[in-house]
């Protein structure tokens, strides 16, 4: 952790993580991922539910942040 602190890409990629984790916090406490009482789930192509399509977007956009991070700014090649 100390190696990503030390240089400004490290800490936009760690803000840019936190952002995201706040980001799923809000979309679950603004209900986003609940089914209203009697009401119908959200389903995506007919099979994904709201978490799961959460889940994935969650997923693609730390793998993006990571692939970035990695390949562009990494200081240790």
Do not use: C, D, N, Q
């Amino acid at each position: 952790m100390r190696e990503v602190m030390e240089h400004t890409a490290g800490k936009i990629y760690l803000t840019y993580l936190a952002a995201t984790i706040v980001g799923m916090v809000v979309a679950i406490v603004r209900g986003a991922m609940s089914v209203p009482e009697g009401g119908e789930p959200f389903l995506l192509f007919g099979w994904m539910t709201a978490p799961l399509v959460a889940g994935v977007i969650f997923v693609l956009l730390w793998l993006v942040g990571y692939l970035v991070y990695f390949f562009k700014f990494w200081p240790y090649r």
